[in-house]
């Protein structure tokens, strides 16, 4: 009896030590945890000392591997309205938005009237689309080129690249390609380029257009002062056709007989951009938090240079004076 109640006891004082050893254990395991801060305190052997440490050492050698997430708002994105009075931020999405419509116009317009192909005349029936440009024959090519204020600027701390490439019938091809990157923390350059062709609906080269945009900018902003600067070439080859001689066929692309059989146009549009700013008080704090929301100055000066140029050449080689009269304006 006594035997085995010595057994019993010797059994719990082992069972008791064991559980002890695992959970002071499991606390050196979890520095967070405010326990642990007691227990190091207290170390009641060198052996507890040397464990405390080695720990910490290590907690802190894989601090120092960890790699800083430099992702988080990498990318910020801006424009200005029509009078550069106002800068809006634009929030930037990298996933291919409207991949279904293969053409820029229909992306763009929801209802429109056009001669059918992309990089040819193009006017949307809602009046709140319409751009109105400087000069008259550029309203139809709006689409394809950026006015001064329309140019994205761009601050991000990664390189950021994107291609787009679009194929279709009747040899249509749509590349588009912009690549931005940070020299410096507060200075910022990129390039975008847009290349398009098509055969257009009808036979032959009637219809047809190729065409290209570039455009290039520079960013910088420290403290109060900010400059922006860019350039934009846009240019346009078209086939022009007048139209229809019988336009009562309509059941059939083929066969069609059109006014002009050797005229083509070209229309270039370039522009200059540069705008300085200068911030004189302090920055009013918006209201709300939004990461995305540009803080607005109580007193601030701009400087705006801009530079604008239009071009359209017109060729035919048969054609005569009589010719035009009768048809051209009709």
């Given at each position: 009896?006594?035997?085995?109640?010595?057994?019993?006891?010797?059994?719990?004082?082992?069972?008791?030590?064991?559980?002890?050893?695992?959970?002071?254990?499991?606390?050196?395991?979890?520095?967070?945890?405010?326990?642990?801060?007691?227990?190091?305190?207290?170390?009641?052997?060198?052996?507890?000392?040397?464990?405390?440490?080695?720990?910490?050492?290590?907690?802190?050698?894989?601090?120092?591997?960890?790699?800083?997430?430099?992702?988080?708002?990498?990318?910020?994105?801006?424009?200005?309205?029509?009078?550069?009075?106002?800068?809006?931020?634009?929030?930037?999405?990298?996933?291919?938005?409207?991949?279904?419509?293969?053409?820029?116009?229909?992306?763009?317009?929801?209802?429109?009237?056009?001669?059918?192909?992309?990089?040819?005349?193009?006017?949307?029936?809602?009046?709140?689309?319409?751009?109105?440009?400087?000069?008259?024959?550029?309203?139809?090519y709006s689409l394809y080129y950026y006015n001064p204020n329309e140019q994205v600027f761009y601050n991000t701390h990664r390189p950021f690249?994107?291609?787009?490439?679009?194929?279709?019938?009747?040899?249509?091809?749509?590349?588009?390609?912009?690549?931005?990157?940070?020299?410096?923390?507060?200075?910022?350059?990129?390039?975008?380029?847009?290349?398009?062709?098509?055969?257009?609906?009808?036979?032959?080269?009637?219809?047809?257009?190729?065409?290209?945009?570039?455009?290039?900018?520079?960013?910088?902003?420290?403290?109060?002062?900010?400059?922006?600067?860019?350039?934009?070439?846009?240019?346009?080859?078209?086939?022009?056709?007048?139209?229809?001689?019988?336009?009562?066929?309509?059941?059939?692309?083929?066969?069609?007989?059109?006014?002009?059989?050797?005229?083509?146009?070209?229309?270039?549009?370039q522009n200059i951009q540069f705008l300085q700013e200068w911030n004189l008080l302090d920055a009013v704090k918006p209201k709300d938090s939004?990461?995305?929301?540009?803080?607005?100055?109580?007193?601030?000066?701009?400087?705006?240079?801009?530079?604008?140029?239009?071009?359209?050449?017109f060729q035919d080689i048969v054609a005569d004076e009589v010719f035009y009269k009768l048809f051209y304006w009709r």
């Open positions: 009896m006594f035997y085995s109640y010595i057994k019993m006891l010797l059994k719990s004082f082992i069972l008791f030590y064991l559980l002890f050893f695992s959970v002071n254990n499991l606390l050196a395991q979890t520095p967070d945890n405010p326990l642990v801060s007691k227990v190091s305190k207290t170390p009641t052997s060198v052996d507890n000392i040397q464990d405390s440490t080695d720990v910490k050492s290590t907690s802190d050698s894989l601090k120092t591997k960890r790699k800083v997430d430099t992702l988080n708002f990498a990318i910020s994105a801006w424009n200005y309205d029509e009078f550069f009075l106002e800068k809006k931020s634009i929030i930037l999405d990298t996933v291919i938005e409207k991949f279904h419509l293969k053409s820029t116009i229909d992306s763009k317009y929801s209802f429109f009237q056009s001669l059918g192909n992309i990089g040819t005349p193009v006017s949307p029936y809602n009046l709140i689309d319409k751009k109105n440009s400087f000069v008259y024959f550029l309203d139809a690249t994107n291609i787009h490439y679009t194929s279709g019938p009747k040899k249509q091809q749509l590349v588009d390609f912009i690549h931005t990157q940070n020299i410096h923390r507060d200075l910022n350059i990129g390039l975008t380029l847009n290349f398009f062709n098509s055969l257009g609906l009808y036979g032959k080269n009637i219809s047809s257009s190729n065409g290209s945009k570039i455009s290039v900018w520079s960013s910088y902003s420290s403290g109060k002062y900010k400059t922006n600067i860019s350039y934009f070439f846009g240019r346009n080859f078209i086939d022009e056709n007048g139209g229809l001689v019988d336009d009562s066929v309509v059941y059939t692309n083929f066969g069609y007989t059109m006014r002009y059989t050797n005229a083509n146009s070209r229309v270039q549009y939004l990461s995305y929301r540009y803080p607005d100055f109580k007193l601030s000066l701009k400087n705006v240079l801009l530079y604008n140029r239009a071009d359209r050449f």
